[in-house]
């Protein structure tokens, strides 16, 4: 969460937004963005968002992408055949 909280920051900052801004973007309460942006929760734990959170946190720093591609490599496994049993992230139906 490090590095998200990295980029959130940084992303606000290039903005030139608050929190506050930054937050009503991302579709958070403002304590919630604060521990997003810090990383942490409490003195010494990570933060630990709502996935649905986290994704859209993600997609506001143009993430999103890249971060689904990661899932899929790691998803997948690297057989040369394919017929593994793997399922790929993209072959999910997203009902």
Do not use: W
């Amino acid at each position: 969460m490090v590095i998200v909280a990295r980029a959130l920051k940084a992303y606000r900052n290039s903005e030139n937004l608050t929190q506050e801004e930054a937050a009503a973007i991302v579709g958070c309460s403002i304590p919630t963005y604060r521990q997003l942006e810090l990383g942490t929760s409490e003195i010494g734990h990570f933060s630990d968002p709502k996935l649905s959170t986290l994704m859209r946190v993600l997609t506001v720093l143009h993430l999103d992408g890249p971060m689904l591609r990661a899932l899929d490599q790691t998803v997948t496994s690297s057989s040369d055949d394919g017929t593994d049993g793997h399922t790929r992230v993209s072959d999910v139906d997203a009902r």
